[in-house]
């Protein structure tokens, strides 16, 4: 008995297929959704903010510590409760998670730089420059994170910019090892060895073959990274440590709140809290697909 | 004396983004006690699946669709999984093709062959040991005592094989299924392992279902040849008459192909065209676009006819002048 | 072996030469811990004379010798709040830390690996996709406020258990441990769970990935070739494979749980090394900060090491050499 095979052959480019692989996840599809909200958010905060929580002129202490629902002195609904000085929680969050964001991205996209290139210069030219930054590597990554970030700004001080040097040096080392491995693992292929012996310049094979072919892993160790940065941020604010009282990220928010949590006054605590979390899942369930996806081991 | 494996139209599908790929599509064959069947195919043809779906082993996203797999009066497609167990390792035995791969190298060899013992029989741990050491001196294994707390790593590709060998005979099973024993081992001890094989089977009147993609492997070791091509058998009968006398197509251009048939100098010959992908096949033979025998009929999948001792699966075999010998007795 | 040892030793005690000097260095440069730590009201000379007592008027180089004699014979100074010996403080907090942080571990690797391996089993079904979505989340809550809510709603709002604080102690082996008693586990289990939650994650999703990829190996087919129950195929020949890389991971959570359990304490007033050293850091009582970084420094390098050995011990490959 013959039978019908309908044959099917599809042709995809490698982004399409990446594309329709990814949206075989529910999950990751949701997360998708999440992390273009919490961007959108983040972008425009300023203008769909219900009120400027920096703005001192426009806060009333009389209207502190509502809760979420209640009404103010001027007659305006806090969705989400205000905190101890009277701010408005949702503006308050939409402008943390900016800073949040802002901070996370910033260190993640800089350590990524300075991290892949050290990493793929390190396999590229081998020898004792490879020994001193894998050395340096070994040794950052052998570290917990917290403790160096804790100690670094102990000595830096408060601020922005300082924060963002802390999470590059804790961060850097995982793109390094990372761009590193991938480079030899190129390196290692035919195809390198014959343009070498063909005599293309250095430059040439670490910017169209090595570079690219590094990608596929960094972007997966880049979604992990933002992801930790924005919670290693969260956590050091929390304790007092990085970004001035007048930036707030959502962990600043949170730490706030703390000494009103036994008194029941949750709202000021967990909502930035809950904008946190969702953050990160968001991050966290994007990149957890894409590591599947570009997993050659476990290719589908 | 009846068969003691009959196989009949066992169709195993497996379901992939993009469709379903039948890697059997039809199989059937009979297999007596005590008799070595050669299958012998190309990468794809189906081979390897046919020797996991006789053990149930085939994992999703793959499974049998239909057909029938009857050993010694009982039918494997749909047992549950404790007969199966059961059967496994005791009464059917297999043998992989790398044994690096296929011995756990975290445990060691006296781990992995007692467990085997121990997992049908209940015997005190010192009896399944002995039995080891036996088994292990039988299959070539010299200090077979010390080798045993030794782990997978510590041997040599021969000598892994020899284990797996070893642990393939340890309840004397009624068939052994190797599949591509020797192709992940030098020549030299390939030759070694099919002498070795040959002798333990006729000596213990173990059924083997060899299975290779080489022809010249199961030519002096098989009393029976299957061909499998895109998923289906193409040729079956005795060795020396399907070796001498090949009526199907492929199986003519399988044998033309190898190197020592030709003289030196000639041009090597090889069979046009390459193997199909599965998914891309029609309704018609699968051989179509290679065979030099096409003609309109086969645009329709041919049956298996029988010719002298012989089944085929072709509208046109190559059917020997008269003045050739090939044997005319029923199979 | 042994020179391996040997050579781990040295690059160690070069990580913690380095570590000291960079610290060291680093916190001279923040502050003045005399205006934290004497009156505001108190004049020049009493200023002046703290600072003699503290060895604090030197130059700063020969500050960082003394502590460096010091620190060979075992001496890190003294704290500056405490007056007492800097490491002696550390090492009178480090039991509640540790209890804490074997405690997490426990809890994340008896819960992790068989959620891990059922995952990884059957990846398809409802309770495992539920245990994979729940493992993503977990990785991504911060810790720090999932304190907070443990704290919200077990204590206050449900008022089971306490909410800060650390429960009667018991003598164990000379040590005062708190969780060999069920009131002092009652106080320990809530921020014990929270440092757990995040390894428990990173565990279940390491124990699915390793049984995925184990799992579609050739030694799992010859295993049920043989005949193997399915019990033992992953509980022995599965396990034992998996083990090995997940020991490795095992060994330096450990190391980042002591770390992190900084945050834990300091929600939970936990009376351990990591609230002790965030006090110490806004008090400026830099001994201290100077000896907690360099005992978890070195607690961290004995960790490696003992990771590193355990897994030549768990690997045969590793352990005996090819021959043939």
């Known amino acids: 008995m013959s039978q019908a095979i309908t044959p099917v ?7 399409k297929r990446i594309c329709s692989q990814f949206a075989e996840s529910p999950v990751a599809m949701v997360g998708l959704v999440m992390l273009v909200v ?43 409760g205000t905190d101890g000085q009277g701010r408005d929680m949702v503006s308050a969050i939409f402008y943390g998670l900016r800073v949040s964001l802002y901070v996370g991205l910033t260190s993640g996209i800089i350590a990524l730089v300075i991290g892949s290139v050290l990493g793929v210069l390190a396999a590229h030219l081998g020898g004792r420059f490879e020994q001193v930054i894998m050395r340096l590597v070994d040794i950052q990554l052998g570290f917990p994170a917290i403790l160096v970030a804790l100690v670094l700004l102990a000595v830096l001080g408060k601020g922005v910019d300082k924060i963002i040097i802390a999470l590059v040096s804790v961060q850097w080392a995982y793109y390094a090892r990372t761009a590193r491995s991938a480079a030899l693992v190129e390196r290692g292929k035919e195809y390198v060895e014959a343009a070498r012996s063909l005599g293309l310049k250095g430059s040439r094979i670490v910017l169209r073959h090595l570079l690219p072919n590094a990608m596929a892993p960094l972007i997966v160790v880049g979604t992990v990274q933002v992801a930790h940065a924005i919670a290693l941020e969260a956590t050091l604010s929390f304790l007092g440590l990085g ?3 007048t930036e707030p990220s959502l962990g600043l928010l949170i730490s706030n709140g703390y000494e009103y949590l036994l008194s029941g006054k949750y709202w000021i605590s967990v909502y930035p809290g809950i904008a946190l979390l969702l953050t990160i899942l968001a991050i966290n369930l994007v990149g957890d697909q894409m590591r599947d996806i570009l997993n050659p081991r476990l290719s589908r | 004396m009846s068969a003691l494996l009959t196989v009949k139209g066992l169709r195993t599908e497996f379901a992939t983004r993009d469709g379903i790929l039948p890697a059997v599509a039809d199989v059937s064959f009979d297999l007596k006690r005590g008799e070595v069947l050669g299958l012998v195919g190309e990468s794809g043809s189906g081979k390897s699946v046919t020797g996991f779906s006789i053990m149930g082993l085939v994992d999703a996203p793959g499974k049998i669709a239909s057909g029938s797999i009857v050993f010694d009066g009982q039918e494997l497609v749909g047992a549950d ?27 060691t060899v006296e781990t992995q062959m007692i467990e085997t013992v121990l997992a049908h029989e209940s015997v ?6 002995e039995r080891c050491v036996e088994v292990l001196g039988k299959v070539g294994i010299a200090s077979p005592s010390e080798r045993l707390g030794q782990y997978p790593h510590q041997f040599s590709g021969g000598m892994r094989q020899r284990v797996a060998i070893a642990i393939a005979m340890l309840h004397k099973p009624d068939l052994i299924i190797a599949d591509e024993p020797t192709t992940a081992l030098d020549v030299t001890v390939q030759g070694q392992i099919l002498y070795e094989m040959q002798q333990l089977v006729s000596q213990s009147g173990t059924a083997l279902i060899w299975i290779t993609h080489d022809l010249a492997v199961v ?14 058998i193409v040729e079956q009968g005795p060795a020396e008459d399907v070796l001498s006398d090949p009526t199907h197509p492929y199986t003519r251009g399988l044998l033309d192909s190898v190197p020592a048939t030709t003289t030196p100098g000639q041009r090597l010959r090889q069979i046009p065209g390459s193997t199909p992908s599965i998914m891309q096949l029609g309704a018609g033979c699968a051989f179509e676009a290679r065979c030099s025998h096409v003609t309109a009929a086969c645009a329709v999948m041919p049956d298996m006819v029988k010719i002298g001792s012989r089944t085929t699966r072709c509208w046109n075999p190559i059917v020997q002048q008269p003045s050739t010998a090939s044997s005319e007795s029923a199979a | 072996m042994t020179a391996f040892i040997l050579r781990r030793l040295a690059q160690s005690l070069l990580v913690l030469f380095v570590t000291s000097i960079l610290v060291f260095g680093g916190l001279y440069l923040v502050g003045d811990p005399i205006e934290i ?32 004699k010091g620190a060979l014979t075992g001496n890190l100074g003294n704290s500056f709040v405490y007056a007492k010996p800097a490491l002696e403080i550390i090492f009178e907090r ?17 819960l992790g690996i068989p959620l891990g391996l059922y995952a990884g089993l059957r990846p398809n079904s409802p309770f495992s996709r539920f245990i994979m979505t729940s493992s993503i989340v977990g990785f991504s809550l911060p810790t720090f406020w999932v304190g907070l809510l443990l704290i919200l709603f077990f204590a206050v709002n449900l008022g089971w258990l306490p909410s800060t604080g650390r429960g009667p102690t018991t003598d164990v082996f000379g040590l005062q441990l708190s969780i060999f008693s069920w009131e002092g586990l009652k106080y320990a289990f809530l921020p014990a769970l929270n440092l757990a939650l995040l390894k428990l994650a990173l565990i279940i999703r390491l124990t699915r990935a390793q049984t995925r990829e184990q799992g579609l190996l050739d030694y799992i087919k010859f295993a049920r070739a043989k005949g193997l129950k399915s019990s033992r195929v992953v509980g022995v020949h599965l396990l034992k494979n998996i083990l090995i890389p997940l020991v490795t991971v095992i060994g330096l959570e450990l190391g980042s749980v002591i770390a992190y359990a900084i945050v834990t304490e300091t929600i939970f007033a936990w009376p351990g090394m990591g609230k002790l050293v965030i006090d110490s850091i806004f008090q400026l009582d830099r001994p201290v900060v100077v000896a907690y970084l360099l005992v978890v420094v070195a607690m961290y390098i004995i960790i490696n090491l003992v990771v590193d050995i355990l897994y030549s011990l768990l690997d045969p490959r590793v352990r005996i050499a090819e021959q043939h």
Do not use: C
């Open chain 1, 9 to 15: 052959v599809k042709v995809q480019t490698p982004f």
């Open chain 1, 38 to 80: 919490v961007m959108f958010t983040a972008l425009f905060a300023p203008w769909i903010s219900p009120q400027n929580p920096y703005d001192l002129a426009s806060l009333d202490l009389m209207d502190a510590r509502l809760a979420p629902g209640e009404k103010g002195l001027n007659g305006q609904t806090y969705l989400l």
């Open chain 1, 243 to 245: 970004l001035p009282a």
């Open chain 2, 81 to 107: 999984d404790e007969t199966l167990r059961r059967l496994r390792g005791r009464r059917i035995a297999m043998i992989f093709q790398d044994p690096m791969m296929t011995l756990n190298p975290v445990l």
């Open chain 2, 124 to 129: 005190r741990r010192a009896v399944a040991r």
């Open chain 2, 219 to 232: 030519a002096g070791l098989a009393d029976r040849i299957a061909v499998m091509y895109a998923g289906r």
């Open chain 3, 37 to 68: 730590l004497v009156h505001p009201e108190a004049d020049q000379i009493e200023k002046e004379r703290a600072r003699v007592a503290l060895g604090l008027d030197k130059p700063v180089v020969e500050q960082y010798y003394l502590f460096l």
């Open chain 3, 94 to 110: 480090m039991p509640a830390t540790m209890e804490l942080a074997i405690l997490a571990m426990v809890i994340s690797v008896f």
